[in-house]
């Protein structure tokens, strides 16, 4: 079954309206491969604003999104609010939501558990620290956080999954498309045996780090990586060719 490819954009805590107005000129220009499909995580604040504005055929995700309907939980963001203004994404357990914020595996999969039930659709990120890949733990650290979001997942057609290893993010150190491809391979074939078949032949596994529009293409031939999450790249006009990186 053919994976169909994936390009998100997490812009993280960026920008202004200033700013995101030109991320929306360029990503309105595209051309954009229209076997690709994108989505754009932006800052809570902006999603109405966003989503009012993007085509409609690039998705809206929030970055973050709390485990309870409403209620007294200052500072956080409901899938109900998300879906109330026309967006249907969320990013789930971000490397910087889980080191930065000190997330748990429990939480992130509570957090998926919660956001499917609420009808939304979820990218949750996994990914090693760089002493973790050194101690030779990338396997073990990434299936305990893949196995913490299946026990969580009540329908794998809404799940995107992400791999980001952390000591790739925001550092210009890709990881090189083997690297990438060997850990890709590995987490679907923990699919295959932990959930079944099917899940693993179907699941969008993307790759983030450091992804630009010079490397994006090597990364996308790999037969496992079914797309990427883009942090910095995603703010500037060459999201539009990593977006057309199969083309
Ligand atoms: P960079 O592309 O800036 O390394 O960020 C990757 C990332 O964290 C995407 O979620």
Known sequence: MARKFF?????????????????????????????????????????????????????????????????????????????????EWAILGHSERRNVFGESDQLIGEKVAFAL????????CIGELLEEREAGKTTEVCFRQLKAIADNVSDWTRVVIAYE????IGTGKTATPEQAQEVHSQ?????????????????????????????????????????????GASLKPEFVQIINATQ
């Open 165 to 168: 290893p952390v000591w790739a």
């Open 7 to 87: 390009v998100g954009g997490n812009w993280k805590m960026n920008g202004n309206k200033e700013s995101i107005d030109k991320i929306i000129e360029f990503l309105t220009a595209g051309p954009l491969d229209p076997n690709c499909e994108v989505v754009v995580g932006c800052p809570a604040i902006y999603m109405d604003y966003v989503r009012s504005k993007l085509p409609a055929a690039i998705g809206v995700a929030a970055q973050n999104c709390y485990k309870a309907e409403k209620g007294a939980f200052t500072g956080e963001t409901s899938a109900a609010m998300i879906k109330d203004v026309g967006c």
């Open 187 to 231: 987490l679907r074939t923990w699919l295959a045996e932990n959930v079944n078949a099917q899940v693993a032949e179907s699941t969008r596994i993307l790759y983030g780090g450091s992804v630009t529009a010079a490397n994006c293409r090597e990364l996308a031939a790999c037969p496992d990586i079914d797309g990427s999450l883009v942090g």
């Open 117 to 124: 039930q609420s009808g939304l659709k979820v990218i949750p």
